[in-house]
């Protein structure tokens, strides 16, 4: 889901070449930019395109390497350098007559409303260049099916075997059960104690509720979040799908995004692709035509006193739970899932001070088993950047061991990447502890160079690039015996210590795209 | 050492489109000859030799590699330019065993981040991670694009007479969109469509051809 294209390969194309041109829009600007962030075949493409345009331009001169350094080429130069400067005096020119004129355009614009209002039912344009007229659904006259509730539970399960065993119990206390049919313009309310609830709507997209949370279905592809905390996830088909609140319209344009209805504030979270975001009056509940783009990674503030959006440089706490719940990862102890990329701000690391915070970072990083080499590689174009040169010798364990030694082509299995942060401004020495239980088979923990920990999937001679920054235990001093990293299955129980620098450790998953291929977690036929 | 008298020179020379622009070489050449000539002069014209020869030997590559990163041709030429700058500043750090260009390719990484940062508009941007992420790609990818450019010339051949016309024109003869579009009797826009239609056949056609190479083996 997380690695979803929004572009096909030849609309790809198109968008690149507008890049390169210069002429993209703004929407397919960022698009392009979210597809290039999660993909590495469209990362390949647009690497190959830039590099097409480059021999095309160098053609009279790739014979001859010394030929890019010709008279010609300065000459060029130097008159674009002609070219821009004329150019930028004439914008100068044209910046001091709209200054000039600005007030007589103001005084004959006042009385006409800086803001385009509308009501139930009409429309308004967003005026950040993503433009998308916002309808509010109004729910016919003669309800029809909206969404079915597809998994119902009262905890946070990582395994979806589980959840759907949990689902039948909570289904007995409250009026909903796992198939029912949710019609628009009704309410579905989810109330009581850590619980989860997961909507499919006819459009496709999907709506986990986390409890207390409260949603009216406005159409079959609409909801309106009256109050807590949902995770939308929208299939390319769907996209369009919206979430209103009393505060701001989220409008997906095929991502994972999380919204949260908190005092009096909504909070938004991109998990991955795009939304645009537009806030309400506070006391008309018009929607404002001001809309905000937010990508992957990215958070928001909408507030209706006054009306305005602003961006966060992360996730509202309160989102926690269910884009845990969503990602099937459960923490406990000083263990806190946030999406978003890292590094902490400064000014954020105060408030995380005490906690481990637990980044989603890199998506579906390819790692190829080479029976012939018998090495286990990640691919170097998709990993992070101070990952580059690692290799690990595979040593098979039993359960992998005889799909491993029966294959006769390198097989690829995809794994995600986490960030585990450790953060003590204030330089004096913290320990904190906790539990990450992945939904998914831990496939290698890396905290230094002379520290890792790791399942029996990789073993030993790991080779670290110079440029690895993470503060290992053996530089912090005496306390190191307080350091504790222990690996089981898809459960990593840490007891984690920092003084003044931070403290990192990379967690690799089995990606959730590729659970299907693997029994109960466990590495079953890798070569589907 | 290039000193502030040839940075100076430099500034003087881009803001002043009637001189020439300086390349590297020039840049280089322009040395502070008194300080040269006070300062062991044979060892700084051994060092300088060194530096133009390794420098030329990896421009093409370099420049190759900004322009995958900049949307614009004049932009990644001069990101490689200021690029070659700090490198001969920084050339005493250069560990002779290491290889020039992925050494050079680190700073010119830098200079297009910069770029970016400053880029309008500023919606079109990378961040610093997504260049990182495409100038790995690109780094990773030079044997599979040393091919795709081997068979560039032969799709350029099996071009369509008219199509081949126009993209020799612009590219190899530099000849302006407007200049095209009065010549040929066409808009602007009508030789800004063709050209780009034409450089997505290419692009297509390339990726064919190693298809095709790769069936054959």
Known sequence: ?528 | MIGGINEFRLFVSRVDPSSEWPTPVDTLKSQDSSNLTENAPAQQGVKEEEFIRLLMGSYRALYLYARTLVPDAVDAEECVQEASLHLWRRFDEFDRRENFSRWARGFVRKIVKNFHRKMRPSYLAFDDDLIDRLASVQGASQELLELRRERLSGCVERLSTRDRKLIRAYYEYGESVGALSRRLGVSEAAVYQALRRTRLMLFECVQRALDKDGEAH
Request: aromatic content about 6%.
């Open chain 1, 1 to 528: 889901m997380a690695d979803r294209e929004i572009f096909n390969r030849k609309s790809l194309l198109s968008a690149i070449e507008g890049w390169y041109a210069g002429n993209l829009t703004e929407l397919d600007a960022y698009r392009l930019k979210e597809q290039l962030r999660t993909s590495s075949e469209s990362r390949q493409i647009f690497v190959e395109y830039g590099d097409l345009l480059a021999s095309l331009e160098m053609n009279s001169c790739c014979e001859n390497p010394e030929a890019v350094d010709s008279f010609l080429s300065s000459a060029l130069l130097a008159e674009e350098r002609a070219n821009r400067r004329f150019l930028s005096w004439g914008v100068a020119v044209l910046a001091v007559l709209i200054l000039a004129l600005s007030p007589l355009v103001w005084i004959l614009s006042k009385g006409n409303s800086s803001r385009h209002h509308f009501a139930d039912g009409s429309e308004a344009q967003g005026s950040q260049g993503l433009g998308h007229k916002i309808t509010i659904p109004v729910p016919p006259e003669t309800p029809v099916r909206g969404a079915t509730l597809v998994e119902l539970t009262e905890q946070p399960q990582p395994w979806p075997d589980e959840i759907a065993g949990d689902g039948e119990s909570s289904a007995t206390q409250i009026p909903w059960a796992i198939g029912d049919s949710i019609l628009t313009g009704q309410v579905f309310s989810l109330q009581g104690p850590s619980r989860y609830a997961r909507l499919r709507l006819e459009s496709g997209a999907v709506v986990i509720l986390e409890s207390p949370s409260e949603i009216r279905l406005l159409s079959t592809n609409a909801v309106e979040l009256r109050s807590g905390r949902i995770v939308g996830m929208v299939p390319p088909e769907a996209t369009g799908f919206l979430v209103f609140t009393e505060y701001g319209v989220v409008r997906d344009i095929g991502t994972e995004f999380a919204v949260c209805v908190h005092e009096q504030n909504m909070f938004v979270s991109v998990l991955s692709g795009l939304v645009e975001c537009m806030p309400r009056a506070e006391t008309t509940g018009e929607i404002l035509a001001t809309s905000v783009p937010l990508v992957s990674g990215e958070h928001l503030k909408l507030s209706n006193v006054p009306s305005e959006i602003v961006k966060t440089p992360r996730s509202h706490a309160d989102l926690e739970g269910v884009v845990c719940y969503h990602r099937r990862i459960q923490t406990s102890g000083d263990v806190r899932f946030l999406a978003g990329r890292p590094p902490l701000a400064k000014k954020d690391a105060a408030e995380y001070q005490g906690a481990i915070c637990l980044f989603e970072e890199t998506k579906n990083i390819p790692v190829t088993w080479n029976p012939e080499s018998q090495s286990l590689r990640f691919s170097k174009e998709n990993v992070p950047p101070e990952m580059l040169s690692f290799w690990a010798e595979e040593v098979a364990p039993d359960h992998v061991a005889e799909s491993l030694q029966n294959a006769s082509e390198p097989i690829t299995l995809h794994v995600d990447s986490y960030l585990v942060n450790l953060q003590s401004p204030d330089k004096r020495t913290i320990i904190r502890s906790g539990d990450i239980v992945f939904g998914r088979e831990v496939i290698a923990v890396f905290r230094s160079e002379k520290t890792l920990s790791v399942t029996d999937w990789v073993s030993h001679d790991i080779e670290f690039p110079r440029s690895w920054k993470v503060v290992g235990p053996e530089a912090r001093g005496s306390n190191e015996g307080n350091d504790n990293v222990v690996v089981q299955q898809d459960q990593i129980s840490m007891e984690l210590q920092a003084s003044g620098a931070g403290d990192q450790m990379r967690i690799f998953v089995r990606s959730a795209d590729s659970h299907s291929q693997s029994s109960g977690g466990r590495v079953k036929n890798q070569n589907n």
